[in-house]
């Protein structure tokens, strides 16, 4: 059974930072895309940043570049989201996504929701400001 499990989800002020993680069994993701999405009340589900796990390129929505940064532990099988300097803008629930199949996450794939296969439960993240 695949499972991908998040945490590190809480409540900050703007200007705070939080780390999400996201620990992955039940099948291989090695050398596949990873990414992190982002879902606030009534707006659309937006990718925030990818990895291709293994490799370890990273990519990032305009809006979070330069504040936040993804990053892997192969021996944990674990994709984290440092996010720092967070607005209340940032304030959503965050999920975690895996390529079910193989497949890089380059060029704009990997913001589209439908490319990934399995999916963690969510995170709650809200900024306050």
């Known amino acids: 059974q695949v499972q991908l499990v998040e945490s590190g989800g809480g409540s900050v002020q703007a200007g705070g930072s939080l780390r999400l993680s996201c620990t992955v069994s039940g099948y291989s993701n090695s050398n596949k895309c990873m990414g992190w999405f982002r879902q606030a009340p009534g707006k659309e589900r937006e990718g925030v940043a990818a990895i291709f796990f293994g490799g370890g390129n990273t990519y990032y929505a305009d809006s979070v570049k330069g504040r936040f940064t993804v990053s892997q532990d192969i021996a944990k099988n674990t994709v984290y989201l440092q996010m720092d300097s967070l607005k209340p803008e940032d304030t959503a629930m965050y999920y975690c996504?895996?390529?079910?199949?193989?497949?890089?996450?380059?060029?704009?794939?990997?913001?589209?929701?439908?490319?990934?296969?399995?999916w963690g439960q969510g995170t709650q993240v809200t900024v306050s400001s």
């Open positions: 996504a895996a390529r079910q199949y193989g497949g890089s996450c380059l060029g704009r794939v990997w913001a589209d929701f439908g490319y990934f296969g399995y």
